[in-house]
């Protein structure tokens, strides 16, 4: 297989992107890198689509060495020929290659190769070979296969025999077994029927079939996981006569012969016994990658936008993590997120101590300025909600609050990271502080969670947790180096996340940093232990370095263009100075003048570097999340019961899911948005028209009360009584 070739076919790219593409991840470039200072050798290939190319480069590659594996084990038996080598070549699939191989593993013991033992393939080569007549019926010639020694006691015996072995070796097509595949994926049906009686939420599934090509990917996960919760039976379904008149097409040559009822008899055992039960769970399982792929593509889309939500900038956050019991924490973290005062109240059961707990509150807004209060909406957030709105009204300054998801919040409180952290924190202080941080910055506070405890996927825990951690690893990666850190500032965590920076180089960057003070330049990243050449290559560009003299060092312009840079500020008359007071406004405008191609060729430099050169000059130390809609800041309450058929509310955005959207409008419980009310026209699938962290506008269009359920609609067309 031509790997190169086949990449670019599938992904409709130039050849020459592929393989210079190809060329920098072999050279150990990472995708990041690759996206953001390769652009011209790659023609602009997004971090996408070069993390989609990597996977896939990545399969086809073990796909080449699983074929090489194959072809070496059959020729060590002396059985390769040019029609295997050939089926080899043109094999797409691992399942196909395994198809292949699978007459010459080494067996267990099974009825087929016990019969070859007792002396028998030569009857059943005579059966296979279906002949008009014999010189003495079947039965009589399969007698002389009798051999107690051998455990051939009768004529019978001998014929069942033949037979296992026929079967065996019909099962055992890779032609036939490809097709019978295409042919069960197009008319078969996926059977659900309960596996005890009592109810539960698989409910919906205990008498329940959908045809194969068609069943939803989240319908998939949802029966697999009924499956191994004991609750469901599954099946896969496909009318026998469509595989088995194709099979006895192929193997039944001669109806006439005596032999082809023995035949036809070994075709049906084949099916029922050999082929059926494997083919099912290749497709079951086939189906299963699918679904889980379109769920963690889901999952990553859901992140990155959890992730590039925008910060919060320059505002004094009071953290809340509500509770009963054990009271209400309290964490104030100031403009650049460093904790500067933690407190516990009691406003909710069993003490509620409404008034203590109002000038506790009141002081603290008092005494720090405090802007915005970030409630987590967990257990006791509606009491608290209440409380803190109601505590607001009495306060002298402009104070809102926001409700915040609480997902994952208590994994980090009780990580090693957590602990870290705040070494003399208990956990719920340590939740009240990372509630208040993921207002101001949620990127750079929701990286030190597992991704999967985030909330914003759907049946992450029955996928399969490598290929899910990989790809949610990717899309961090891939929004903490668009958006760059403060090389002074960031935590062990979220540089960890930068460019060529592994766990140990990050904490070794923040130990530098402890022991020798600020950095003062991007190259002083080089004395750092385990930042060789390598590295700063690949983490230079991502990283800020705000109280540098060189104003480059807080751009995203690579050290490797900072002459190219120079030049062509005195080019067009300005220097670092203007760069330094925004003074590049119209620089753009001054090349585009000039002729961008021109330019390019005066500095010997690519047009995308040069426009994305210009557009950190214009901006330096931007950030990418700025132009993004704020979080959505209240100043008052909604109750479940406020809630009325027709309502118009604004709301976040909180989980996209495959049947619908959740969204958050104020109330404990999110509101579901059914596929089917996201817009007046046909939507495919929910991502088309939302995304996590957006805020939109709805309508109630139902309300439990009694199961907390709220129906929500974006349509227009909807009329409300």
């Known amino acids: 297989m031509d790997i190169i070739a086949t990449l670019t076919e599938e992904f409709s790219l130039k050849a020459t992107q592929v393989e210079n593409t190809v060329k920098l991840i072999d050279d150990g470039n990472t995708i990041p890198f690759i996206a953001r200072y390769r652009k011209e050798v790659t023609g602009s290939l997004d971090d996408t689509v070069l993390r989609s190319l990597f996977d896939r480069l990545s399969y086809l590659r073990s796909l080449e060495k699983r074929k090489e594996e194959v072809r070496a084990a059959i020729e060590a ?76 006691n009768t004529a019978e015996e001998a014929l069942a025999g033949a037979c296992d072995i026929i079967a065996e070796d019909v099962s055992d097509n890779a032609e036939s077994r490809k097709q019978i ?11 659900s029927r309960a596996a005890k009686e009592e109810d539960s939420v698989y409910a919906q599934y205990y008498e329940y079939s959908e045809p194969i090509k068609k069943i939803p990917d989240h319908r998939i996960l949802a029966i697999n996981r009924g499956e191994k919760e004991e609750f469901l039976k599954v099946s896969v379904e496909v009318p026998s006569d469509i595989i088995l008149n ?164 208590s994994v980090y409180s009780a990580s090693k990271l957590g602990a870290e952290e705040f070494p003399d924190f208990d956990v719920t202080q340590r939740s009240a502080v990372s509630i208040a941080r993921r207002l101001q910055d949620p990127l750079a506070e929701l990286v030190k969670i597992d991704p999967k405890s985030i909330g914003v996927g759907q049946y992450q825990h029955d996928m399969k947790q490598n290929r899910l951690d990989e790809a949610l690893t990717g899309v961090v990666e891939d929004c903490v180096n668009s958006v760059g850190v403060d090389v002074n500032t960031a935590s062990y965590s979220l540089l960890s996340y930068i460019s060529g920076i592994n766990t140990t180089s990050a904490k070794n960057i923040v130990k530098y940093r402890e022991e020798n003070g600020e950095f003062t330049s991007r190259a002083q990243l080089l004395k750092v232990p ?45 220097t670092t100075d203007d760069v330094k007071r925004g003074n590049l406004r119209e620089l753009r405008a001054k090349v585009e003048k000039k002729g961008v191609a021109s330019v390019c060729e005066e500095l010997n430099v690519g047009e995308p570097t040069l426009l994305d050169i210009i557009g950190e000059l214009e901006k330096p130390g931007r950030d990418v999340r700025d132009s993004l809609p704020l979080p959505v800041l209240r100043d008052d309450i909604l109750d479940l019961a406020d809630l009325k058929p027709g309502m118009a509310l604004t709301g976040v955005v909180r989980n996209v899911i495959d049947f619908g959207a959740f969204v958050d409008i104020g109330v404990h419980q999110d509101g579901l948005v059914h596929i089917s009310e996201l817009s007046e026209k046909y939507v495919a699938h ?16 139902a309300v439990d009360v009694a199961k907390k359920r709220i129906s929500l609609t974006m349509r227009n067309d909807r009329t409300f009584d």
């Open 181 to 191: 595949r295409a042919l069960t994926q197009e008319y078969g049906t996926l059977v």
């Open 686 to 701: 929910p991502s088309a028209v939302v995304s996590v962290g957006d805020i939109v506008n709805v309508r109630v269009k």
């Open 530 to 574: 385990r930042v060789g050449a390598k590295a700063f290559e690949q983490c230079a560009g991502f990283l800020r370095v705000s109280g540098s003299d060189e104003i480059l060092d807080n751009t995203g312009v690579h050290p490797e263009s900072y002459g190219i840079a120079r030049t062509l500020l005195r080019k067009f008359e300005y």
């Open 246 to 409: 194709f099979l006895f097409a192929k193997t039944v040559t001669n109806v006439k012969s005596p032999a082809a009822k023995y035949v036809s008899s070994a075709v049906v055992d084949s099916y029922d016994r050999l082929i059926k039960p494997s083919v099912e769970r290749e497709i079951r399982s086939s189906a299963f990658d699918t679904a889980s792929e379109g769920a963690i593509k889901l999952f990553s889309d859901n992140l990155k936008h959890l992730l590039m939500q925008a910060p919060l900038k320059g505002k004094t956050v009071l953290g809340y993590d509500p509770g009963y019991r054990t009271g209400c924490k309290l964490a104030v973290v100031d403009k650049t997120g460093r904790v500067i005062d933690t407190t516990v109240i009691y406003p909710t059961k069993p003490r509620e101590d409404i008034e203590g707990s109002k000038r506790i509150v009141k002081s603290l807004i008092r005494k720090y300025g405090v802007d915005i209060v970030a409630i987590g909406n967990g257990t006791a957030s509606k009491e608290s909600e209440i409380f803190i709105a109601n505590t607001l009204r009495e306060v002298d300054r402009d104070v809102k609050y926001a409700m915040v998801s609480e997902a994952g919040a």
């Open 77 to 152: 038996q002396g059985k390769l020929t040019d029609e295997i080598v050939a089926a080899l070549d043109a094999a797409a699939i691992l399942t196909e290659v395994e198809d292949i191989y699978r007459p010459y593993k080494q067996h267990r013991k099974t009825r087929a190769s016990v019969a070859r033992e007792k002396g028998l393939e030569p009857l059943a080569l005579l059966l296979i070979m279906q002949e008009d007549s014999y010189e003495k019926p079947i039965p009589e010639l399969a007698a002389e296969y009798i051999n107690e020694e051998k455990g051939v």
